[in-house]
């Protein structure tokens, strides 16, 4: 069955000891700011963050966030093969420290993007939302100019160049969903955002260890039925966000987990039936009270909240079999 995980910071603070208090032991980290001119982790990063959890009784599953990938390698642009020998030695460094699974996205020039940060929700809570006419403009930056075109070769040629490293070093790749869904963000082309390129995506190289990220949130704003398509992708999924969207690509709201459209109980039924025994986190809870919203989505008494919940339906899925 799955693994109940939770974004905890790269050095221990509360939330390692709130985690382990809820019997959480596995960490996803998901570092924003490296430091001292770094454009990632070091095989020695990895190895003192890996024995510090461990020495501590939680385990280094997932790293996403800050993994090098260049802008360079997602447009196809010179250098590119400069810049994919980099993640082609952090893939090694991850397999020999025992990093299981490398999340990373092929968002160009815009990462995800949320213009609201202080929607209300239920008991005054505060949630992010999503709305096309509030990121209307470009910055005149070269992601701007690439074509569906580029976009799918770039992502082709990376992964036949990496997939082969991330099989050798037992390392699964899990790519994640253009955040928001959409065929272009501020004037960037998007295209991971459908299930039809996440076929294209996985038939480009056959392997488990091309694999997605199943963002629950991002795969209801596409307007897809959530469990008939974690049912497709089965044994490919190599990591889950557990989320729920009100809306569409074009404008949306992240819910409370227990208050969205889709029927979560399903959805866990489905990772269920297609035998996902990976790491699942929460995503983009709400700000409740108390909690100050200076890191919209990510603060802690939403994912406390969100990891009862999703135990909860763990146990029903088991108790009916």
């Not at 990063?45 to 260049?70: C, T």
Request: glycine share 10%.
């Amino acid at each position: 069955m799955l693994t109940p995980a939770l974004i905890l910071p790269p050095e221990p603070d509360e939330r390692w000891e709130l985690a382990k208090q809820m019997g959480v032991t596995d960490a996803v980290i998901h570092p924003l700011e490296i430091g001292d001119g770094k454009t990632h982790w070091s095989y020695d990063d990895l190895l003192g963050l890996r024995n510090w959890l461990e020495g501590d009784g939680l385990s280094f599953s997932v790293l996403e966030g800050s993994v090098p990938i260049s802008d360079r390698v997602r447009l196809g642009r010179e250098g590119r093969d400069e810049d994919i020998e980099v993640f082609q030695r952090f893939l090694r460094d991850c397999g020999e420290v025992g990093v299981p699974v490398v999340a990373y996205d092929w968002m160009a020039g815009v990462r995800w993007a949320r213009p609201e940060a202080h929607v209300e929700s239920r008991g005054g809570s505060l949630v992010t939302g999503f709305d096309h006419e509030l990121m209307r403009g470009g910055p005149d930056v070269d992601a701007a100019r690439a074509t569906e075109e580029d976009l799918w070769e770039a992502l082709e040629y990376f992964l036949e160049a990496v997939v082969p490293v991330a099989e050798e070093a037992g390392v699964k790749l899990a790519l994640h969903p253009d955040d928001p869904p959409r065929p272009t963000v501020r004037g960037m082309t998007r295209i991971v955002r459908s299930v039809d390129a996440y076929d294209r995506v996985l038939d480009a190289y056959d392997s488990e260890y091309n694999g997605l990220t199943f963002c629950q949130g991002n795969f209801a704003a596409m307007g897809v039925d959530v469990p008939e398509t974690i049912r497709h992708f089965g044994d490919r999924i190599n990591f889950v966000h557990f989320r729920d969207v009100e809306g569409d690509a074009d404008r949306f709201v992240e819910t409370w987990h227990d208050d969205g459209p889709t029927d979560m109980l399903a959805a866990m039924e489905a990772y269920d039936d297609v035998g996902f025994d990976g790491v699942m986190r929460p995503d983009h809870v709400p700000t409740m009270a108390g909690e100050d919203n200076s890191n919209p989505g990510y603060h802690t008494l939403g994912r406390l909240f969100a990891i009862g919940y999703m135990r909860g339906l763990a146990e029903a899925v088991e108790a009916g079999r």
